[in-house]
């Protein structure tokens, strides 16, 4: 793999982290934290974390939509 391939490769994978943090902290956070419906401030805090973590982020996103709803 030469080095252009590889950049080329780690610039994909940070415009999909970016998507993916973009769409996480304006519609996923609600649902994910319930706690954080009203914390705003500390939402670009995230967009690093988001941007290198996305495939997790992603997952455990898409898993905790098809969860049932638990009642307390």
Same mark, same amino acid.
């Given at each position: 793999m %030469?080095?252009? !391939?590889?950049?080329y490769?780690l610039?994909?994978?940070?415009w999909?982290?970016?998507a993916?943090?973009? /769409?996480? $902290?304006?519609?996923?956070?609600?649902r994910v934290?319930? %706690?954080?419906? !009203?914390?705003y401030?500390?939402r670009p805090?995230?967009i690093?974390g988001i941007?290198?973590?996305?495939? /997790?982020? $992603?997952?455990?996103?898409i898993r905790?939509?098809?969860?049932?709803?638990t009642e307390?």
């Open positions: %030469s080095p252009a !391939s590889l950049l490769a610039e994909i994978y940070g999909i982290g970016a993916v943090a973009a /769409l996480f $902290l304006l519609v996923g956070i609600d934290d319930p %706690s954080a419906r !009203s914390s401030a500390f805090l995230l690093p941007v290198v973590l996305w495939p /997790l982020v $992603l997952l455990r996103w905790l939509e098809r969860a049932p709803e307390a």
